[in-house]
Each structure stands twice: as structure tokens, then as C-alpha cells.
């Protein structure tokens, strides 16, 4: 894969992470003000997949930046 194949699968992965941080915080509050407690833990479950979805996404954008010999900020947060 070639230097600017990879950057644009960095700008991917930003955008992919975000929309999992997103989905997490919809299904956390989705938690928050369901009444039943199936519909709440079926939110939490979800919240909790996106939670790790991001975690690997994460992982793979710092092994990908540290591989361009890029320098990693911080978290690297792309919300």
C-alpha cells in the first residue's frame, strides 16, 4: 500500500471512530431514558460493542500512523 493509500485509510479510520463514539453516546442515552429494562440492557450491550469497535479501530490508526512514522498526539480523539 502506498504512502498516500494509507493516509486516506488514516482519514477512514478518523471518520470510522467517530461514528463509533457516536453510536455509543446515541445507545447510552437511548439507556438513559428507556423505561424497560430489556430495551435498557439491549442498549448497554450495544453501547458496550461500539465501545470496543472503537478500541479496534483505534488500535489499527495508531499501528498504521507509528508504521508512516507519523507521530501519535495524545489520543489521537477524532470527535
Same mark, same amino acid.
Given at each position: 500500500m502506498g504512502g498516500d493509500a494509507e493516509k486516506e485509510i488514516l482519514?477512514? /479510520?478518523e471518520t470510522a471512530m467517530k461514528r463509533e463514539i *457516536?453510536? +455509543?453516546k446515541l445507545y447510552r442515552r437511548g439507556a438513559e431514558i428507556a423505561v424497560r429494562p +430489556?430495551?435498557?440492557?439491549?442498549?448497554?450491550?450495544l453501547a458496550d460493542e461500539e465501545k470496543k469497535h472503537e478500541k479496534v479501530l483505534r488500535d489499527f490508526y495508531r499501528?498504521?500512523?507509528?508504521? /508512516?512514522?507519523?507521530k501519535i498526539f495524545g489520543e *489521537? *480523539?477524532?470527535?
Amino acid at each position: 500500500m502506498g504512502g498516500d493509500a494509507e493516509k486516506e485509510i488514516l482519514k477512514i /479510520l478518523e471518520t470510522a471512530m467517530k461514528r463509533e463514539i *457516536d453510536a +455509543e453516546k446515541l445507545y447510552r442515552r437511548g439507556a438513559e431514558i428507556a423505561v424497560r429494562p +430489556e430495551v435498557k440492557k439491549m442498549f448497554i450491550k450495544l453501547a458496550d460493542e461500539e465501545k470496543k469497535h472503537e478500541k479496534v479501530l483505534r488500535d489499527f490508526y495508531r499501528e498504521t500512523k507509528k508504521r /508512516l512514522g507519523l507521530k501519535i498526539f495524545g489520543e *489521537d *480523539d477524532p470527535s
